[in-house]
């Protein structure tokens, strides 16, 4: 500390790092536990609600948090992929935007996507193919998670001759507060498409955390990435392979 | 002090491996409680060596006098204090005899490590004794997963001696743990788990033992509880969190994961 004064009182905008900090760090699922103690201690509401609209925006989207449509028509996953303005999310398999109250955490409504803010009918057949494969899989193996696929490089790509990317997200959570306990999954899989060497390549982050807080604090967090590759195909045996792929890294990070 | 009950439950939330920053940052947000907040929340153990002695001593709120720290060893403030404040001539015998004792138990236990005891009278004709352990783990030990590149073990254990009664006297143990496991390998990525567990425990002993006799027996028994909860928190919990966000393909019994 440079100089010590009688009273170094903190600034404002060091007090809005504080809280940023402490929202930002929130462990799964409890964001709004935190909010409202961050909040008394403050004590200072637009201080609070500034660092909060700074904050959860980017722990929603780091959570990949799902939220139930407004219109009730299904969930969406709130994702930097999906991300068309600071509070629009795109839905691809709906096609779909969802506009989003980020402190609030709610979807207060729904508009049909425009065609600019869709992937060509090119990329739409790998999209669409992964998504149906992944859907099944994630159905099959996690109790309650949501998953989407988001073409996130050359979506306007017309037909081969070009590269495009792909990226699927699946995200699980497990709530418990009144047994003192939360958990999340959540795995993103980058997908390029490289058309020259007729190659896919696969790239997976996939991280686990849980809270246990009945007689203390006892955090778990697990992380693991890993690398694959499968042939350029047609979408639905792209889609196979793919799903196969991921199926299999995800086995392997059992604990 | 809704503030401090706050506070507290942010401690609860914040990833263990954070607490520094998070008590840094709420030291810094509520000034006027400073002193309740360094005596509630509960710090990874950090250690100092004596000069005097060669060994190492552990630090703590209870061993501070500004910014120095009384070795239970030598006694002495390091860095030295002018008048830092020291126990009676009487309390500093018990908690020296308690300082020999402790690091036989913490030898016999842990193999290892450092272990220190601080003692001082309070206003109720009784006194306080902090118990305190640290054992680093990493580096020498093997997990299930591997190298364990990080693995702490610190124990604080706080008793309350009441004033010496007719026959019983009553002791009051506030024990916290906090450990830290992580391994990092090319194969399994990062594993890091860390938190801590707190436990009260009353009794009503007789002197006939003597104090030394008495705490000592509390404190093995409450490490032995505490480390069964570890596992079963630790382990168990977590395990069983992941097991519910997505079931492992062998549908085959759950075991229980030997640590």
């Known amino acids: ?255 | 002090m809704k503030e401090m009950e706050a506070a507290m439950g942010l401690m609860r939330r914040i990833p263990p491996k954070h607490t520094e920053t998070a008590l840094s940052a709420l030291l810094s947000l509520m000034p006027n409680h400073s002193s309740d907040l360094l005596s509630q929340v509960d710090q990874p153990l950090q250690v100092l060596c004596d000069v005097d002695c060669g060994k190492e001593f552990i630090l703590c709120e209870y061993n501070r006098d500004a910014d120095s720290y009384r070795s239970p060893w030598s006694n002495k403030y390091h860095p030295p204090l002018e008048d830092g404040s020291v126990p009676s001539s009487k309390m500093r015998k018990l908690e020296s005899e308690a300082n020999e004792i402790f690091a036989i138990y913490r030898d016999q236990y842990y193999e290892g490590g450092s272990s220190s005891v601080y003692m001082w009278e309070d206003e109720n004709e009784g006194f306080v004794a902090c118990f305190l352990i640290k054992k680093d783990g990493s580096k020498t030990g093997q997990g299930r997963r591997g190298y364990l590149e990080e693995g702490a073990w610190d124990a604080i254990h706080v008793i309350e001696v009441g004033p010496e009664e007719e026959e019983n006297t009553s002791y009051r143990l506030t024990s916290t743990v906090m450990l830290t496991l992580t391994t990092n390998n090319e194969a399994s990525g990062t594993f890091s788990l860390s938190g801590s567990i707190r436990r009260q425990m009353n009794m009503k002993l007789s002197f006939a033992d003597g104090h030394l006799c008495n705490m000592g027996r509390m404190i093995e028994e409450m490490e032995g509880k505490l480390r069964n909860s570890l596992d079963q928190v630790y382990f168990g919990k977590t395990r069983e969190m992941v097991c519910t966000l997505r079931p492992p393909s062998e549908v085959a019994q759950m075991r229980m994961p030997e640590s």
């Open chain 1, 1 to 255: 500390m440079a100089e010590e004064e009688e009273e170094s009182e903190l600034s404002d905008k060091q007090k809005v790092e504080i809280a940023k900090w402490f929202l930002l760090n929130s462990p799964p699922g409890e964001i709004q536990y935190v909010a409202k103690d961050v909040k008394l201690i403050l004590n200072d509401d637009g201080l609070f609600n500034e660092a909060a609209s700074e904050a959860f925006p980017l722990y929603n989207k780091s959570h990949f948090i799902v939220l139930p449509m407004s219109d009730r028509s299904g969930d969406v996953l709130v994702t930097s992929f999906g991300e068309l303005e600071d509070n629009a999310y795109l839905d691809p398999r709906t096609a779909q935007v969802a506009i989003v109250d980020h402190v609030k955490q709610v979807c207060t409504g729904v508009r049909p996507a425009q065609d600019e803010e869709l992937a060509t009918a090119y990329i739409e057949e790998f999209r669409f193919s992964l998504d149906a494969e992944i859907l099944k899989y994630v159905e099959d193996v996690y109790p309650k998670g949501v998953c989407s696929v988001y073409c996130v490089n050359g979506k306007d790509t017309e037909g081969p001759g070009s590269d495009f990317e792909l990226a699927v997200v699946i995200s699980a959570a497990r709530h418990s507060p009144q047994n003192f306990c939360n958990g999340s999954w959540c795995s993103v899989w980058n997908i390029v498409f490289k058309d020259e060497q007729q190659t896919v390549e696969v790239k997976g982050k996939l991280q686990v955390a849980a809270h246990y807080f009945e007689e203390g604090n006892v955090q778990l967090d697990a992380k693991h990435e890993c690398k694959d590759a499968t042939l350029f195909q047609a979408p639905e045996d792209c889609a196979l392979a793919l799903s196969s792929i991921i199926r299999h890294h995800e086995t392997e990070l059992h604990i």
